[in-house]
């Protein structure tokens, strides 16, 4: 699969398994996304669906396989040793949180910080994390607000938004750090009906930015038109994985079949 | 906009008024209470009756009580138990703070410590830690800073270092350190995960998220209690009289009531200034909880002479 070193995929995942004490949530998942690839996770609640995506930025640990972003191994790192030959050592959590820095996530619940403005918001992290003047976080926090539609919201507190305009927000605080990924993590299951298209059209515009997404979510129209890639999980292993219109139209598995005449 | 009543033919309103009559600002008469002013009356009778026993009985000698009402030695007293009180509890927030966060550390070691600390200083009375500071000058005469096991570098004399003040002041703070350990504890736990894991996620550092994401969201539960806290505190520092400590406002009060042999008299002035004091901290803790229930709701409470306004009217009582 990863012939040409020049092309990495920007998430590798090889047999990850992750288990909470006895349940096996993820039982070997094998995956690759590419860069600019926009992936689509879809699967019943209970799947690893989102279990897999907090792997990815090692919200969650995993127990077996291997896991890279960017060519980097997620949580350790790989050291010769003289009777082993490889070893793994674990990352010290200042690692982690540098990794982090260029993985960005957006929650179900949106997670906004509900005493800080819709600016503060997005400017936190790049003040904190990146050691940016406020001036310039400030800045270029209201580009970001403008780009995702919310200019004239920067100084409202999160309870004052709609479910629409968190998630917004929420997704210009990711931009914010300048990330080389982003992970949706059901991004619009928390919204009413209404309010899904705006966080949708918002999510296509930085797909078609060139951004490299892997969104888990339940929308199968916005899979098919704007994914590049589909894959549908169950029980803790992917079922079935291709081209978003193949697996949808013409679905190869009985479990896939059963999934999608159900949710279409 | 309330132009509804033209449409020929719409039917009347279901109490038989015409059409478009039931559009516009609702201008209601609001729910009386009358059992309130009824209350309100009852408890101003039992008042007067309190106060004009307590004004005409001549064993509360209330010339006393006014002679040393103002009296500088109390005022001095009071400000000393004021004092006390502020400077204890600013090392135990701090202290407490330091230890809720330690207590809920994964690293053993830190939470094994606070742990420790809190079942020593939770687990016996405040009144026995202050004789132990008072008696610290004569267990360890003289403290000494250099090799462990080795030469003295610095050495200084227990008293000169602890004072009766001092002795005082550790006393009452490493006692309340352990209970705001525990107030800021309930905090931290209170607020949500997703909080912590939106900011990890953002590449923050643990020590960044507590600071700036967990511990101001947390302040809203931790203050509450903590103004409790800071008004049982006022009051604990009448013990430090087992350093003994005897420059604030109770041993002063009872030094005096002694001397002149009216302990009633005294007793009134102490519980005058100790009752000015906290409800002036009680204004203070108001004010605060305003300011950090920002962001949290969106009726931002009535000032407090808003609420008083407001008493006989409307369902704005509530409860």
Redesign the interface.
Same mark, same amino acid.
């Given at each position: 699969m990863m012939s040409e070193p020049a092309s990495v995929p920007m998430v590798l995942a090889e047999g990850v398994h992750k288990s909470f004490g006895k349940l096996e949530v993820l039982r070997g998942i094998d995956l690759s996304v590419r860069r600019g690839e926009v992936m689509c996770i879809v699967g019943p609640s209970g799947s690893g669906k989102s279990t897999f995506l907090r792997c990815v930025n090692h919200l969650e640990r995993i127990n077996a396989g291997r896991l890279w972003v960017d060519g980097d191994l997620v949580g350790y790192r790989q050291k010769a040793h003289r009777r082993t030959g490889l070893r793994l050592h674990e990352l010290r959590p200042a690692e982690i949180a540098r990794r982090r820095q260029d993985i960005g996530m957006v929650f179900q619940r949106f997670n906004l910080f509900p005493h800080m403005t819709a600016l503060g918001n997005v400017t936190e992290a790049p003040q904190r994390v990146l050691g940016e003047s406020k001036k310039d976080a400030a800045a270029r926090a209201r580009e970001l607000l403008a780009r995702v539609g919310l200019a004239d919201k920067a100084d409202a507190y999160p309870n004052q938004l709609s479910g629409g305009q968190q998630q917004r927000v929420a997704i210009a605080r990711a931009l914010a750090m300048r990330p080389k990924l982003m992970l949706f993590d059901e991004p619009t299951s928390a919204l009413d009906p209404e309010l899904v298209g705006e966080v949708l059209d918002v999510m296509r515009g930085l797909a078609e930015s060139g951004m490299t997404m892997v969104v888990v979510t339940h929308e199968m129209g916005f899979a098919r038109e704007v994914g590049d890639a589909l894959v549908f999980m169950d029980g803790g292993v992917v079922v079935e994985a291709g081209p978003p219109r193949q697996v949808i139209e013409s679905p190869q598995h009985e479990r896939t079949q059963r999934f999608l005449r159900a949710v279409l | 906009m309330t132009d509804t009543a033209g449409q020929g033919g719409s039917p009347a309103t279901p109490d038989g008024l015409p059409p478009g009559t039931s559009v516009g600002q609702i201008t209601a008469v609001p729910v009386r209470h009358p059992g309130r002013w009824v209350a309100i009356a009852v408890l101003a009778v039992l008042g007067a009756m309190l106060v004009h026993g307590a004004v005409t009985n001549r064993e509360f000698r209330w010339g006393t009580v006014g002679t040393y009402l103002f009296d500088e030695r109390v005022s001095r007293a009071a400000l000393e138990t004021l004092r006390l009180t502020v400077l204890a509890m600013l090392v135990a927030v701090v202290l407490g703070v330091v230890i809720a966060v330690m207590r809920l550390s994964p690293n053993p070691i830190l939470s094994g410590v606070a742990w420790l600390y809190l079942w020593v200083f939770r687990g016996t009375p405040v009144y026995t830690q202050l004789v132990f500071w008072g008696l610290v000058g004569v267990l360890y005469p003289r403290i000494g800073f250099g090799i462990p096991f080795g030469p003295q570098l610095v050495e200084l004399d227990t008293s000169e270092l602890i004072g009766p003040f001092m002795a005082a002041l550790i006393g009452l703070a490493l006692n309340e350190a352990a209970y705001m350990a525990e107030i800021v504890r309930g905090g931290i736990l209170s607020v949500?995960e997703?909080?912590g894991?939106?900011? =990890?996620?953002?590449?923050?550092? =643990?020590r960044?998220i507590m600071r700036?994401?967990v511990l101001?969201?947390a302040m809203r539960v931790i203050i509450p209690p903590t103004g409790n806290e800071v008004i049982s505190m006022l009051k604990t520092t009448s013990l430090v009289v087992a350093v003994p400590y005897s420059l604030e406002l109770y041993s002063r009060t009872r030094d005096i009531a002694v001397r002149i042999f009216q302990p009633v008299p005294l007793l009134i002035v102490a519980a005058i200034w100790y009752l000015t004091m906290t409800s002036v901290l009680m204004v203070g803790q108001f004010y605060l909880e305003r300011h950090f229930a920002?962001? =949290?709701?969106?009726n931002v409470a009535p000032t407090l002479l808003q609420r008083f306004r407001g008493l006989g009217q409307g369902g704005g009582g509530g409860a």
């Open positions: - | 949500d997703g909080q894991e939106a900011a =990890s996620a953002l590449g923050m550092r =643990s960044t700036r994401i101001p969201q920002r962001g =949290s709701t969106r």
